[in-house]
C-alpha cells in the first residue's frame, strides 16, 4: 500500500511496480506459524529471488514499460492488484510520516 501511495506521489517519473512473491528472508522474524504458511504459499505461488529479480531488472530498463506509472507487474505481465484502497494508502502513508522525524 505503500508503494501505491509512493507511485502517486512519483507521478510522471517512470516508477512502477514490483515482482510479487519472492523467496527471501523478508520474512524470518514473523511467527513461526505464519512462517510455515508464508513458505508453503512460496512453493506454490513464489520466485526464486533471480526469478523475482527478473522482472525488477525488466522494469527498470525496457522501453515497453517506460513511462508507465502505478501499475503492478509479475512476471513481466501487468497484473490486476486486490490490495488497492486509496484512503487505506493515504492513511498508511500519513502514519509513516508522523514517525519519521524529518524536521
Known sequence: MLTWAFARRLDG???TMA???VQT???RDIPSSMRLIIRIMGLF???SVEQGADTALWLS??????????KFYERRKEV????????AEETLWRTCEGLMDIS
Open 13 to 15: 517519473s517512470g516508477v
Open 19 to 21: 515482482p510479487g512473491l
Open 25 to 27: 528472508g523478508l520474512y
Open 45 to 47: 505461488f513464489g520466485r
Open 61 to 70: 530498463s525496457s522501453s515497453d514499460v517506460e513511462g508507465l506509472n502505478g
Open 80 to 87: 490486476p492488484c486486490m490490495f488497492r484502497n486509496l484512503e
